[in-house]
């Protein structure tokens, strides 16, 4: 079975930066669509960011178009999130996902296996 390992949260102020970066162990990385979702206090978990096996196509939920961007290294087995322009309505516990298929999947229905999570905090 595949482990997702995420790393990189902590506290930032307003206006700040973060990256956030997950390692998978148990499977062939490159096979398989990643994404990222959080989950906020008092709210369901939400996607956030999605990219497919080789990279080349991504998407986003809206509230973080032109802030977050995601990126993957398959020879290294990890996908990145890179938190930019951070606001306090991005505070949540942010987790990594990874896909049943090669392609761009926004529904958390559409991930086999989760990380454990790792809290985001901004402060305004």
């Known amino acids: 079975q595949v482990q997702l390992a995420e790393s990189g949260g902590g506290l930032v102020q307003a206006g700040g930066s973060l990256r956030l970066s997950c390692e998978a162990y148990?499977?062939?990385?490159?096979?398989?669509?990643m994404g990222w979702f959080r989950q906020a206090p008092g709210k369901e978990r939400e996607f956030v960011a999605a990219?497919?096996?080789?990279?080349?196509?991504?998407s986003y939920v809206d509230s973080v178009k032109g802030r977050f961007t995601i990126s993957r290294d398959n020879g290294k087995n990890t996908v990145d999130l890179q938190l930019n322009s951070l606001k306090p309505e991005d505070t949540a516990v942010y987790y990594c996902?990874?896909?049943?298929?090669?392609?761009?999947?926004?529904?958390?229905?559409?991930?086999?296996?989760w990380g454990q999570g790792t809290q985001v905090t901004v402060s305004s």
């Open positions: 996902a990874g896909a049943a298929t090669a392609a761009l999947s926004t529904s958390a229905t559409l991930y086999e296996y």
């Open positions: 990219i497919n096996w080789s990279g080349g196509r991504t």
């Open positions: 148990g499977r062939t990385f490159s096979s398989y669509g």
